[in-house]
């Protein structure tokens, strides 16, 4: 990861001097958070934490989605309410007739 946050630290303010000297300092800026965020990241390899096990367990159980639309059978669906919100724009609530 060296080896490619250095030249890109490089490039990005040798850039910002072409565009505009203006940029330099904020370029700067921009690279020396990139290095520094390479050089902590890199020494403090930590195991992942509870709360990322924890966000990972979360996201495995999220329930799945049963699709409704089969796109080899044709479906009629009951309008049960039409609410409409502008001129171009409404939200339709259908009753799904279960086969």
């Known amino acids: 990861m060296d080896i ?3 030249p890109l630290a490089l490039l990005l303010v040798l850039g910002a ?11 700067a800026g921009v690279a020396a ?7 902590f990241t890199k020494s403090s390899k930590s195991p992942p934490t509870i709360i990322s096990y924890m966000i ?3 996201l495995q159980e999220s329930p799945k989605l049963r699709k409704v639309l089969k796109p080899d059978i044709y479906q009629n669906f009951e309008l049960v309410e ?3 919100i502008s001129h171009n724009t409404a939200s339709y609530s259908l009753l799904t007739a279960e086969m």
């Open 33 to 39: 958070i990139l290095v520094l965020f390479n050089a």
């Open 17 to 27: 001097a072409a565009a505009k000297r203006e940029f330099i300092p904020h370029a």
């Open 82 to 84: 039409k609410t409409v």
């Open 4 to 6: 490619i946050v250095y």
């Open 56 to 58: 990972i367990n979360r």
